[in-house]
C-alpha cells in the first residue's frame, strides 16, 4: 500500500514509517515539523515526505493522490499551560482532523488507522469490594496536597483496588487534549459511516523508546526522566510514585499501526465497514512510574529517583489496559519486555532512530 503518515517526521510517526517500509509499503509523509515538537529540524524519513500543516486544505488534498490508505498521527499532545491552550489543541486535533478526513472523502481513500490515546478513559477501572466497579470523579486538590493521591469509592469512601480498563468502559476525558482525542475518534466514526469507510482508533498507553522528544511540551514522563539522567540530576517523581501505567515500547506501537492498516485494507472483520473500531495498544504489563524512574536510573548508571509528593492537577492516578481485543483481533501482541526496552531507551540518544538527517527529495 501507499499510506499517508501524518506526523511522519515525529516520535512515533518516524517510527511507523520505518515499519511500513520493512514491510514492504510505501510510506508518504506529511508534517508540520512545528517548533513545538521539534524545537530543533528533526531527522527526517527516508520516504517521500511533504513539509505542510494537516490543516492546510490543499496539500493534505495533494497528498492523497495515489494513496491507499491513511495512518494519522499528527497531534498536539500534553495538558498545556492552562486553558487558553484549548484553541490551539482542538486547532491542531480536531479541525485538522477534520480536514484531512473531508478531503479523504473526497478523494475517494477509504482506510484509516488513528493514533488514539488511553487519555479518552479519564481514571481507569476501579473495583469496590461494596459496590463492584465504579467511577471515581476527579481527584479533589484538598487531598492532593495532603498526600492522599488514590481515590476512594464515590458511594462509601472505601479505597479501591485498580484493575485493567476495556475499549467498552464509558468515555470520561478530564482535560483539553484527552477532549480533543475523543473528539477525534466522534469524527472518524462519523466519516466512516458517510463513505463507507474502515477506522480504526489505537489508543496508545504510555509509549516511549529511541527518538522520544526531549525539552518540549511533548515529551513524556520517560523523556522527562531520562533527560535528567543524562544532566546527572536525579528523576523527580509526582505523587508518592505509585500511579500504575502501562508502558508500551515504540516499535511495538508501530508494528501495531501496521497490523491494523492490513487489517483495515484487507476488509477484515476486526475494521468492520461504516465504523471506528477502537483497540487499546499496551503491553498488558502495568508498572509504577516510581518502577519506571528506578529502572531507567540502574540502567543508566545515574542516581536514584527522588519522590516529591507534588501534583499535577487533571493526571489520573492509575490507566492500565486491557489489550486483549487487539491480540485476538489483530493477532498483534507487545514484544519489548520493560526491562529490556527500559535499558535501551536509558542508553539510546533521545532522537528518532533509523532515520536519515537529510530530507529526500
Not at 36 to 57: E, G, K, N, S, Y
Request: one cysteine or more; a negative charge; aromatic letters at 6%.
Amino acid at each position: 500500500m501507499r499510506v499517508l503518515v501524518t506526523g511522519g517526521a515525529g516520535f512515533i510517526g518516524s517510527h511507523i514509517v520505518t515499519a511500513l517500509t520493512a514491510h514492504g509499503h510505501e510510506p508518504v509523509v506529511l508534517d508540520a515539523l512545528l517548533p513545538a515538537a521539534h524545537p530543533a529540524p528533526p531527522p527526517l524519513p527516508d520516504a517521500r515526505w511533504i513539509h505542510a500543516d494537516v490543516r492546510d486544505r490543499g496539500a493534505v488534498a495533494a497528498a492523497l493522490r495515489g494513496v491507499d490508505a491513511v495512518c494519522h498521527q499528527a497531534a498536539m499532545v500534553g495538558l498545556g499551560k492552562d486553558f487558553a491552550d484549548a484553541p490551539d489543541y482542538v486547532g491542531c486535533n480536531d479541525l485538522g482532523t477534520a480536514v484531512l478526513l473531508a478531503a479523504m472523502a473526497e478523494r475517494g481513500v477509504r482506510t484509516l488507522v488513528l493514533a488514539g490515546s488511553m487519555v479518552v478513559y479519564g481514571e481507569g477501572r476501579y473495583d469496590c469490594p461494596r459496590h463492584g466497579w465504579v467511577r471515581p470523579g476527579p481527584r479533589a486538590e484538598a487531598d492532593l496536597r495532603a498526600g492522599r493521591f488514590e481515590p476512594p469509592c464515590p458511594e462509601c469512601g472505601t479505597p479501591l483496588a485498580a484493575g485493567l480498563v476495556g475499549e467498552d468502559a464509558p468515555a470520561d476525558p478530564r482535560n483539553v487534549y484527552a477532549t480533543t482525542k475523543l473528539a477525534q475518534e466522534h469524527l472518524a466514526a462519523a466519516w466512516a459511516r458517510s463513505v463507507g469507510g474502515r477506522a480504526v482508533s489505537l489508543r496508545y498507553h504510555n509509549v516511549y523508546g529511541p527518538g522520544m522528544p526531549r525539552d518540549t511540551p511533548y515529551a513524556g514522563v520517560a523523556s522527562f526522566f531520562r533527560s535528567a539522567l543524562a544532566r546527572g540530576e536525579a528523576p523527580t517523581v509526582f505523587e508518592d510514585g505509585g500511579q500504575r501505567r502501562d508502558f508500551i515500547h515504540v516499535r511495538d506501537v508501530a508494528e501495531a499501526n501496521v497490523a491494523a492498516l492490513e487489517a483495515a485494507a484487507d476488509g477484515a472483520d476486526a475494521a468492520p465497514v461504516g465504523a471506528l473500531t477502537a483497540y487499546n495498544t499496551g503491553s498488558d504489563e502495568p508498572h509504577t512510574v516510581g518502577e519506571m524512574a528506578a529502572a531507567l536510573a540502574e540502567a543508566h548508571g545515574g542516581p536514584a529517583p527522588v519522590v516529591t509528593g507534588d501534583y499535577r492537577l487533571g493526571d489520573v492516578r492509575h490507566i492500565t489496559a486491557s489489550s486483549r481485543r487487539i491480540r485476538e483481533r489483530l493477532g498483534w501482541r507487545a514484544t519489548v519486555p520493560f526491562a529490556e526496552g527500559m535499558t535501551e531507551f536509558a542508553r539510546a540518544p533521545q532522537r528518532a532512530a533509523g532515520l536519515r538527517p537529510d530530507p529526500v527529495p
